[in-house]
């Protein structure tokens, strides 16, 4: 155990200690599943690939993963071959044809708190490898699991996503009052974006409710981040296994997609705290210390 605690701290060390290059960690979750939340994690990544940023997607969508199946890629290995220790890192690192590189997800992932402390140390370790990325998209599962709140709790931002339905509505205030009583990152930057809308008005009238009652009844800060609309793009860009801001860019869909990377850069630009942070506190070192 001491060897492997000493182990931890060189690997933290060696972060502390190295370049000054922080990569920027975005959550992207939902209350409910449906919403689009893989969809806008995806598209959302090439257009920032396309303002020459080095991307990494990971799928931790726990037993449904499906970044790789939305871009029509196969991949020979994904994390569950990393947990137990049969790849590294570098060999599920998957390059797309879209300039942006993903980590398939899989259903083992959600094994990740019942790890040994040989096996946490080691993925510990593996994650380093995603700090090459200048953006780190984080496609969680939809829902309220302990696992989806570790990555929202280790995030620089997180992008809520939900739709004008009133399920939709329901359940993205769901996830931001369990975020607001269970997570406590005071630093973390929580945004909505409503997706599958018809105008801007309408867009702005269900953030304005969401953001109106985390405020009330949560004393949390929500920034409406922007809104997608309705688009049959969608619709064939899935079915192709395409992204739809490749198969019609300058759809309506695909400019909204542009606008919400746009202010995520400039607008409401936050320098990220790096995979270094996210480990510590995904792991919950970042509070307890080391062992």
Do not use: W
């Not at 060696?14 to 409910?32: L, P």
């Not at 997607?57 to 071959?81: E, F, S, T």
């Not at 090459?132 to 989806?148: F, K, M, P, Q």
Request: hydrophobic share 45%; aromatic share 6%; proline share 2%.
């Amino acid at each position: 155990m001491a060897d492997q605690a000493e182990k931890l701290r060189e690997i933290m060390r060696n972060r502390t200690e190295g370049t000054s290059k922080k990569t920027r960690i975005i959550a992207v979750s939902s209350g409910k599943g449906g919403v689009g939340k893989t969809n806008l994690a995806i598209n959302m990544s090439i257009a920032y690939a396309r303002m020459g940023k080095k991307i990494t997607v990971l799928d931790a969508d726990l037993g449904l993963a499906n970044v790789n199946v939305m871009l029509g890629v196969i991949p020979r290995y994904n994390l569950y071959h990393l947990i137990r220790k049969q790849k590294s890192m570098r060999d599920i690192i998957l390059d797309t044809s879209y300039g942006i590189k993903i980590v398939a997800g899989a259903s083992g992932f959600s094994k990740i708190a019942n790890l040994t402390e040989e096996e946490r140390l080691y993925f510990i370790s593996e994650l380093e490898q995603l700090s090459e990325a200048d953006v780190l998209v984080i496609d969680t599962s939809a829902g309220v699991s302990s696992n989806v709140l570790s990555f929202i709790a280790a995030a620089d931002d997180v992008v809520i996503v939900t739709t004008p339905e009133p399920t939709a509505i329901t359940d993205a205030y769901g996830i931001i009052k369990i975020i607001a009583t269970e997570v406590n990152n005071l630093d973390l930057g929580l945004k909505l974006v409503v997706n599958r809308v018809k105008s801007v008005t309408e867009g702005r009238k269900v953030a304005e409710r969401v953001i109106n009652i985390a405020g009330q009844f949560l004393n949390l800060k929500v920034d409406y981040l922007g809104f997608i609309y309705e688009d049959i793009a969608v619709h064939h860009a899935v079915i192709k296994q395409r992204p739809f801001i490749v198969l019609d860019p300058r759809g309506k869909a695909s400019i909204c997609i542009e606008h919400l990377v746009s202010r995520l850069e400039n607008v409401e630009y936050r320098n990220g705290s790096g995979v270094f942070s996210f480990i510590q506190k995904f792991f919950g070192y970042g509070n307890k210390g080391l062992p």
